[in-house]
């Protein structure tokens, strides 16, 4: 048996997805900037594109930019709010301590290069607060970026709440929604967003296409320049089987959203039930406001490597973390933002659903990653100190 459940780190393409890329592959492969018909068509189906992204996320089609991923529409989104900000004089960022490394490695970089920032706190629960968002609000504040659903514990954070307290301060609000987008309902007008970035390769799309959502009204600068392409906020001739592919992918999203939620939510929740019974185990993040497929645990005692390479010989594909951590030996940059302490983080185990798991994959994975936490336990010294009480327990 092998079990995929690593759906936050990518998504298998659906096959309808595959089946339109196919297709513009083969006949539509224009230049959309080319004026003959072959050109056009493409051009044809990158306005059929925009419309669809746009209309799915409560969006006017020309506030839609089409880029090479989520890493890219985050880059662009929060350099160009920086750049915007600069020459009115406003150099200071807020966001969060948890975000995605595309967000956090930018603002580093800025901060460099002369802008302050502040990162927020995230509380135990996995939420940021409104009220922290408020009260770091500065009259030189030029951005807050605060994401949709964290990519590790899958916690909703209170972007509705966040937006409508920058819309008052006339600050822009970007929400890095990567994990959030095909996954849970998105209304960028209800909900106060000023600027969001979103991947197709996380719901069921093609990798190395994403889409920048920008409010009008609010300039966007570009990262990469040369031709006039995407009204010349993201030179180079547009990918257009990517593109239809992700609009694809995000219109058969909506259409299922209602179902695959469900659907998802009861295995996240007997699999969260199920490894709950595991001692010395605890759930990250809040069990209810999360995404309806991230279920993500810290066992005592574990290092999260070699579980994760046992699990694998079983049969089952999971992650420690954000694909961007694992490698490296550092904990989870999230795990120690909600409180969890080092050697805790270290033994971090996340599960992500699609709608092809099934229950009995869950009643599998249960048993399966009980049998390897207890294994493994027995063979750590770690775990025998906190057995005889040389060191404490601490879930
Ligand atoms: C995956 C992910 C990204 C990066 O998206 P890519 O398309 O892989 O560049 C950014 N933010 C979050 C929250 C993600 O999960």
Request: net charge negative; proline share 4%; aromatic share 6%.
């Amino acid at each position: 048996m092998r079990i995929y459940a690593d759906n936050a780190a990518t998504t298998k393409m659906a096959k309808p997805v595959i089946d339109v890329m196919t297709e513009y592959m083969e006949k539509v492969y224009g230049n959309p900037s080319s004026l003959h018909s072959t050109g056009q068509q493409a051009a044809e189906a990158l306005a059929q594109a925009r419309e669809c992204v746009a209309r799915v996320l409560g969006a006017e089609p020309k506030e839609i930019t089409f880029t090479s991923g989520g890493s890219e529409a985050d880059n662009q989104a929060i350099r160009s709010a920086a750049l915007w900000g600069k020459r009115k004089g406003k150099t200071h960022l807020i966001s969060t301590a948890f975000e995605h490394h595309a967000v956090l490695h930018t603002l580093k970089k800025l901060e460099s290069e002369g802008f302050s920032v502040t990162l927020l706190p995230v509380y135990g629960d996995g939420f940021v607060r409104a009220e922290d968002v408020k009260a770091a609000l500065r009259e030189d504040t030029a951005l807050v970026s605060v994401m949709f659903a964290n990519n590790e514990i899958g916690t909703l954070q209170p972007v509705k709440e966040v937006g409508a307290i920058c819309r008052e301060a006339g600050v822009i609000f970007h929400t890095d929604a990567v994990q959030a987008a095909g996954h849970v309902k998105i209304d960028v007008e209800e909900m106060n967003i000023d600027m969001l970035s979103l991947s197709a390769h996380k719901f069921y799309g093609p990798k190395g296409v994403g889409a920048l959502y920008v409010r009008k009204g609010i300039p966007l600068f570009s990262l990469i320049e040369g031709g006039a392409q995407e009204r010349s906020r993201r030179a180079g001739t547009e990918n257009i089987p990517g593109i239809a592919g992700m609009a694809k992918a995000i219109l058969l999203a909506a259409e299922r959203l209602e179902e695959n939620g469900v659907y998802e939510r009861k295995l996240r929740d007997a699999l969260i039930e199920g490894l709950s019974k595991i001692p010395h185990a605890a759930l990250n993040g809040d069990p209810e406001k999360r995404l309806p497929g991230n279920v993500n645990f810290c066992f005592e005692g574990i290092e999260g490597e070699s579980l994760l390479l046992l699990l694998d010989a079983k049969g089952i594909e999971a992650s420690s973390g954000s694909a961007c951590t694992s490698g490296s030996l550092d904990p989870s940059h999230v795990l120690l933002a909600i409180g969890r302490p080092h050697e805790v983080a270290h033994g971090s185990l996340r599960l992500t659903l699609s709608p092809e798991n099934t229950m009995e994959e869950v009643e599998y994975m249960i048993r399966e990653i009980a049998g390897v936490v207890e294994y493994l336990r027995g063979m750590s010294p770690m775990w025998e100190d906190l057995e005889k009480g040389v060191r404490k327990h601490v879930i």
